[in-house]
């Protein structure tokens, strides 16, 4: 990493403090968007790790892994992918990662296409049980956000869209 061009936040997620670098290139909201996923699903995934290599083709955003005692002992409880994430990409994840569930975090104009595109280009099968979801921030976040102090993300903040 290149840290004479990076950036460091001091997050408060959910009663933890949590440190997150942008990267030169990286915009303020994909951070954003980790940290807001953090403080979302946390409490779901007390093992919620953010930026970790897991292996594969493809790093996670945000994940939880499946523990030696739990369902065949390998793969993701809980993957997030933030900001752009392609149509293959988000099929190969759910096809070949052993996703539980895969949360795309969003800020768009226009959820509803992305839905739309990726009920039509995900195999049905692989979307069953809700394991694909979409999280859609609201316009202003960044302004709701400011003081990077956020014990809970209020359902008013974003909508969420199982795909």
């Not at 996670?60 to 993701?76: H, I, K, N, S, T």
């Not at 316009?139 to 008013?156: C, D, F, M, N, Y």
Request: proline content about 3%.
């Amino acid at each position: 990493m290149q840290l004479e061009n990076a950036l460091l936040y001091d997050f408060e997620l959910a009663g933890r403090r949590v440190r997150l670098w942008k990267r030169l290139g990286e915009s303020y909201e994909h951070v954003l968007m980790k940290a807001l996923g953090y403080a979302l699903y946390v409490e779901e995934f007390p093992d919620l790790e953010i930026e970790t290599k897991v292996g594969l083709r493809y790093k996670p955003d945000l994940v939880a892994r499946r523990g030696a005692d739990e369902y065949r002992g390998r793969g993701f409880l809980f993957w997030g992918e933030c900001g752009q994430n392609s149509l293959r990409k988000t099929a190969w994840l759910l096809k070949h990662a052993d996703v539980g569930r895969l949360v795309l975090f969003k800020m768009i104009a226009n959820p509803a296409a992305l839905v739309a595109e990726l009920r039509a280009g995900v195999g049905a099968r692989y979307l069953a049980g809700g394991r694909l979801q979409v999280v859609n921030f609201v316009p202003g976040i960044v302004e709701l956000t400011a003081g990077r102090s956020v014990a809970r993300v209020p359902q008013s903040w974003y909508t969420r869209t199982v795909v």
